[in-house]
């Protein structure tokens, strides 16, 4: 199993902001997922990160917007930058162990006001 | 059209029910699914995992998977307030994370 936590649990941020979102593991991990869920919609991918290589974006998402940083096996960041009202919305943090398990932290929410 | 739908519900049952969740996809190539549980203001926690076609059952679980027909199924027997949260159907083609496409969640509550 992974656990895993996310920095910070919640926000509230004005518009044209930018907010780094951290998420640390309990065990080193090739791969790790960053979700959006807007509410009563699924989770939508934003980016595969890899230890040591440029993240991996998903039609819609670029990294202008969302920048990732992987320093290590165990951490990774997404930037949301230039915040708009839009880009409300929970943030998830996941990665995969086990072979196909796939685990999620707790969320980041974030208010753009 | 979206390559899983599920009801979003919310569903309302008493106590003791049988609860019945289902999702359907269009996307023949899906061979892993699964079902997450997530209770608010948390992240999605697996529940359930299939691979291809057929049953599975854990304690008051049950999945079911028809390849056939594209439609999936989570029954949750004797519910409990506990059980009270919105259930995610998820699929994906491979292991691994991959492409792991997930349903909008069903939202249930179980009257004590």
């Known amino acids: 199993s992974a656990v895993i936590s996310q920095k910070p649990s919640r926000d509230i941020c004005q518009r044209g902001t930018s907010l780094t979102i951290q998420c640390q593991v309990d065990?080193?991990?090739?791969?790790m997922f960053w979700y959006r869920q807007q509410p009563g919609q699924s989770l939508t991918l934003i980016a595969t990160?890899?230890?040591?290589?440029?993240?991996?974006?998903e039609s819609g998402f670029v990294i202008d917007k969302f920048p990732i940083s992987r320093p290590n096996l165990t951490f990774s960041t997404l930037t949301v930058s230039n915040m708009s009202p839009e880009d409300s919305s929970i943030y998830l943090c996941?990665?995969?162990?086990?072979?196909?398990?796939?685990?999620f932290g707790p969320g980041t929410r974030l208010t753009v006001t | 059209q979206k390559e899983v739908e599920q009801d979003p519900g919310p569903l309302s049952v008493p106590e003791g029910a049988i609860v019945s969740l289902n999702c359907t996809y269009s996307?023949?190539?899906?061979?892993?699914f699964m079902w997450y549980r997530q209770y608010s203001r948390k992240g999605p926690e697996l529940l359930m995992y299939?691979?291809?076609?057929g049953n599975k059952e854990d304690g008051r679980f049950t999945a079911q998977v028809d390849k056939s027909s594209k439609y999936i199924s989570l029954f949750i027997r004797d519910s409990q307030p506990s059980d009270s949260a919105t259930y995610l159907c998820a699929m994906t083609p491979a292991a691994g994370g991959f492409k792991t496409i997930f349903g909008a969640g069903t939202r249930l509550f179980v009257k004590a």
């Open positions: 996941s990665v995969v162990a086990g072979g196909y398990e796939q685990y």
């Open positions: 996307n023949s190539a899906f061979q892993y």
């Open positions: 990160a890899n230890q040591g290589s440029e993240a991996t974006y």
């Open positions: 065990s080193q991990v090739t791969m």
């Open positions: 299939t691979y291809s076609s």
